[in-house]
């Protein structure tokens, strides 16, 4: 079974983290909970969720080191998608992590799928270039800036390898859509019954 990473750092969003995080372990995903910069990070709403590891101990090589690219390289052959919720203080930590750059781009290289919602497509996926060209969308009023704009009005977009999500409000579309990519569209309804879906 291929591995699901979702990323937070302070001031996530808490629908947008704990809906993908319930649905995939639902589906019985091997999805890890990884804190960026602690174990235990603190929401928007002051909400504080306990990860299953921290950032820093998914890779233990020195940052910017070739043992370093060698090992974010391995796991990323192994990831098959990586989530990467919205709030706008956690999209920016996210954003200015190097290391989290460096294994999104190699999971993306390897052919694995990158998901983001809210403020997190374009501070995150789009700050880093890896929209351009690409059909997304985002919260409203940002990405406006970039080299590709985001679609407006749409709640989710998935487009190749990338699936983005308007904000909190699409939480439950957006989780949807990634148990669709990763397992089809039986699984999806399966889950859409058991919690009772509108």
Not at 4 to 32: H, Q
Not at 62 to 82: H, I, M, N, R, Y
Not at 120 to 143: D, E, I, R, S
Not at 168 to 177: D, L, M, N, Q, T
Request: proline share 4%.
């Amino acid at each position: 079974m291929q591995k699901v990473f979702l990323f937070i750092a302070n001031g996530f969003e808490e629908v947008e983290t704990v809906t993908p995080l319930d649905y995939l372990r639902r589906c019985g995903a091997d999805l890890t909970l990884v804190g960026v910069g602690s174990t235990v990070i603190r929401s928007a709403r002051s909400l504080t969720l306990t990860c299953d590891c921290s950032l820093e101990s998914l890779c233990t090589a020195s940052l910017g080191s070739a043992e370093e690219t060698a090992e974010l390289e391995q796991l990323a052959a192994k990831t098959a998608l990586v989530i990467l919720p919205g709030g706008l203080p956690n999209s920016r930590a996210l954003a200015g992590n190097e290391r989290l750059h460096s294994f999104v781009t190699a999971v993306v290289r390897c052919g694995g799928l990158a998901a983001a919602i809210c403020a997190a497509p374009a501070l995150v996926l789009g700050g880093w270039g890896l929209l351009t060209n690409k059909q997304f969308t985002c919260y409203p009023g940002m990405g406006e800036d970039l080299p590709t704009p985001p679609i407006k009005g749409t709640r989710v977009i998935r487009d190749g390898q990338f699936i983005t999500a308007c904000g909190a409000g699409a939480a439950e579309e957006f989780s949807f859509a990634l148990i669709n990519a990763l397992y089809g569209d039986q699984k999806t309804a399966e889950i859409r019954a058991s919690i009772i879906a509108r």
